[in-house]
């Protein structure tokens, strides 16, 4: 009996404390414009959309990774993931769940438009160190 | 023995915790989280000191396994450390200091009476089932402490980057590590998995630290209200 209590505590705390965690990533990312370039490449004209999020990915995948912001992809990949299927499965019970997984699901897409330009300004500099080498 | 896969995370790990420190003093943020870095030093002595009993020893040997759950249970302490100096930050505004260490030093031992009693009654290697059930028990303290703390920082409204980072962190790793021990005691005969998960979850915390030094500067801020799961 104890340990299956321990269990369900220890479970609901991870949920909540991993749900803040990733938060706290794209937190950080949300106050930082996205220029217009990247907008072009993203197709992201205002607010972000969820729908975007594994196109996003795909284009960062195709700049060289910065070793700084490969954990946080992941950690952010995995919370998309998990509102998703938050959405599909407990949506048609709780609406108003619906509305704020597609609002977190454009925060993560536009915390992945941010990495991404970030991580064309690192190719960019390595491109240039290799030309003035 | 263990196989080139526990190897190759026991590295990682060792590596993963030296980086902590490095990236604690390149930040020059060594002494201001002395109680993370003590903890990440002590978990890196550790991962050494294994290395070399296990080289002499063997992995079925009495000195390994000793040395396994009092390393455990000395590491699960300095972790209980670790978060208690979270505490202090947290609450530093409030001059609570003295009151966070007189209360972590109380819950301590109190968490060792508690584990004393559960076992007391066990006869054959008493001292090594303690010190399995103090470390069991210090992980279900740390996650309660860690939701308080966290509760602390959404309510006293903490802004500090960094701080939030470690705490929410420590929140995770603590969960995993908990949530471990608790599916063990449900299902024994998945011993296998049990054993080496903690291996897998022991790298998270250093990866997280040492992103919290390289991604945020001491001045770095965040709406605490943004992170709740229920906004405020």
Redesign the interface.
Known sequence: MMPAIILVVSLAALLQFFVSYCRSIIAASVKQPLSAEVRDVTGISRAASGEDFLRVVQLLQLCPARPQDRGEIRAVDAYFRLLSFLQSALGRIVPALVSWTDAERGQCTYFAAVTLERRIAFSRDLLAQQMST | MPGPFDYSIWILCILLEASVVVCSLLRRSFRRYFTLNLYMLASLATGVGRYVVLARSGLNSDEYTYFYYYSDAILTICLYFALMGLYSFVLEELGAATYVRTFSMLLLAGTALFSYGVIHQSENRMLTLYVFELSQNLY?VG?VL??LL?GAVLKLRETR?RV??FI??L??Y???Y??N???D??YPNLNYIWVHLPQLISTLLP??WC?AF???SED?R??PA????IPR
């Open positions: 279900f996650l860690t939701y966290w980057a939030i980072q929410l962190s929140g995770v603590f969960s995993l908990a949530a021990y608790a599916l005691n449900i990866i997280a992103f390289l991604r945020f770095a965040l709406a943004r992170l709740a799961v």
